[in-house]
């Protein structure tokens, strides 16, 4: 395996497109600007980053988050009660739906979506349960220039209220809703975004929430949208991360897209989620 060194970072990228972990720092230990500031550009470079061996409190997690951007509240589950920037990601034994177990971007249908999302593991099933995660700078540098020009004259309907990603939210919503949690969100976002810090750019579109183009119907925009969304989870675009207690995931939710995997039945799976203030898609 590759290995690259950032400061004290010992970075191992994951996959060809996407992904690295990173190894020799405890977060535990309040990290300095100076290595912040280097976690920063490996996410950038990566998309998306892991940490091992990091069993944070609620407390330290929240501060860690904090030290890479703004704390923003999910509107639809509440946080935990001492933490409520804190969200539960959890599946039960006896439940059949993952939170979230579809391919999607975070919080889409908003007209800001957060810039990151992190997750420290808490409680794991014996097997199953990985998350998979999804470069949307390879799936549009792997388009035609016929299609690069034309998806980038159109924008995209996001709703909350797409079925598929709604059955994913019902338990936690009936034990842990919000007073927005029945109210359907809608955002119209550009197809290709352009990363406001790398300016790279990205398909931004997800089958959890994207419905149709804007001046589209839903049925003229089906067909390409099928097209976009096998396209965006090819293999070569992706990586797969297999989770420990206290192993930590932040990914920039601008560029990546991520779906838990949801084949643990009969099992508990806890991990903590804190999302980051994003800025609005141009």
């Given at each position: 395996m590759t290995t690259e060194t950032t400061l004290a970072l010992d970075v191992r990228p994951m996959a060809g497109a996407i992904g690295a972990e990173i190894h020799g720092v405890d977060l535990t230990q309040t990290p300095s600007d100076e290595l912040i500031q280097a976690i920063r550009d490996v996410w950038l470079s990566y998309g998306v980053i892991f940490f091992r061996d990091q069993p944070l409190a609620p407390a330290q997690f929240q501060a860690f988050a904090e030290q890479l951007g703004d704390v923003v509240e999910y509107p639809f589950v509440k946080g935990l009660p001492d933490h409520p920037m804190i969200i539960p990601v959890l599946k039960l034994p006896h439940e059949k739906h993952n939170f979230g177990g579809v391919w999607h971007t975070d919080t889409a249908y908003l007209a800001a979506p957060p810039m990151a999302t992190l997750l420290v593991a808490r409680e794991l099933p014996p097997?199953?349960?990985?998350?998979?995660?999804?470069?949307?700078?390879?799936?549009?540098?792997?388009?035609?220039?016929?299609?690069?020009?034309?998806?980038?004259?159109?924008?995209?309907?996001?709703?909350?209220?797409?079925a598929e990603v709604t059955k994913t939210r019902e338990d936690r919503v009936a034990d842990s809703a919000t007073e927005k949690a029945n109210q359907p969100l809608v955002g119209e976002h550009p197809v290709i975004r352009t990363h406001p810090e790398t300016g790279r750019r990205t398909l931004y579109v997800n089958p959890a929430h994207t419905t149709h183009f804007v001046g589209w119907t839903e049925k003229e925009s089906q067909?390409?949208?099928?097209?976009?969304?096998?396209?965006?989870?090819?293999?070569?675009f992706t990586c797969r991360f297999s989770w420990q207690p206290g192993s930590i995931a932040l990914w920039d939710n601008r560029c990546v897209l991520h779906n838990p995997i949801n084949d643990y039945h009969g099992h508990k799976r806890l991990l903590h989620r804190i999302t980051l203030k994003g800025d609005t898609p141009r």
């Open positions: 097997k199953g349960g990985d998350t998979m995660f999804a470069s949307g700078y390879a799936a549009y540098e792997a388009l035609s220039p016929g299609l690069q020009a034309t998806l980038s004259s159109l924008k995209a309907a996001n709703s909350s209220a797409k067909g390409l949208l099928d097209f976009l969304f096998a396209h965006q989870v090819k293999p070569e």
